[in-house]
């Protein structure tokens, strides 16, 4: 059974940072992309950052380029998404998740969810 448990989130002011983590159990973690998506009140869940099993590929959204950084430990079978310059339209439930093979920046590529961690960005 595979498992996501994700962390990190919380307030914080416009311009500050926040690390997600984001522990998954299970088998050959290293063999999998892992990805984050996020969905804000009344908003359709959408994707962040995706990055391959080695870690040696990442993907973005464009609207987080440049200020966002998806990494992963597979040591650890671990996760992470170092935030930093957020912004109140970043306020979201952040939502780890597991590619079904290599990654993918669509909801259709992932299998196993996290419940998600909350960050609120207060202007």
């Known amino acids: 059974q595979v498992q996501l448990v994700e962390s990190g989130g919380g307030l914080v002011q416009a311009g500050g940072s926040l690390r997600l983590s984001c522990a998954v159990s299970g088998r050959a973690f290293s063999s999998y992309g892992m990805g984050w998506f996020r969905q804000a009140p009344g908003k359709e869940r959408e994707f962040v950052a995706t990055?391959?099993?080695?870690?040696?590929?990442?993907r973005y959204a464009d609207f987080v380029k440049g200020r966002f950084t998806i990494s992963r430990d597979n040591a650890k079978n671990t996760v992470y998404l170092q935030m930093n310059s957020l912004k109140p339209e970043d306020t979201a439930l952040y939502y780890c998740t597991r590619a079904r093979n290599y990654y993918s920046t669509t909801l259709a590529g992932y299998d196993y969810w996290g419940q998600g961690t909350q960050v609120t960005v207060s202007s």
């Open positions: 990055i391959s099993g080695s870690g040696g590929s990442t």
